[in-house]
């Protein structure tokens, strides 16, 4: 089993910042990308930005240039660094990791935290 632990949500008035840290534990071989999501009240769970293995990236537009996200290999985790806080960033956020349990398995699967509450005030 692999188990995802966020932290770091809460409130922040509009122009702040927030840090989110994700922690990946358990049974597994390797990490493939690791990446945050979040979803909104009445919305679809939405891509933020994403990292792989290697540190190559990828953000939401709406999210470039504000959010830049980060991971430690060696500690298994993953950290979102929220600047220009928005009231319509408020969400909550979950993180993602795509683990390889075994060397035999051929394919990663995804893992996900429980989510944090970030919540942007105006």
């Known amino acids: 089993q692999v188990h995802m632990v966020e932290s770091g949500g809460g409130l922040v008035q509009a122009g702040g910042s927030l840090k989110l840290a994700c922690v990946a534990s358990g049974n597994f071989v390797r990490i493939n990308a690791m990446g945050w999501y979040r979803q909104a009240p009445g919305n679809q769970r939405e891509l933020v930005a994403t990292i792989t293995s290697g540190g190559s990236t990828n953000y939401a537009d709406s999210v470039k240039g504000r959010f830049t996200i980060s991971r430690d290999n060696a500690k298994n985790t993953v950290a979102l660094q929220m600047n220009s806080l928005k009231p319509e960033d408020t969400a909550v956020y979950f993180c993602?990791?795509?683990?390889?349990?075994?060397?035999?398995?051929?394919?990663?699967?995804?893992?996900w935290g429980q989510g944090t509450q970030v919540t942007v005030s105006s």
């Open positions: 993602n990791a795509k683990v390889r349990r075994h060397w035999s398995e051929g394919v990663s699967y995804d893992f």
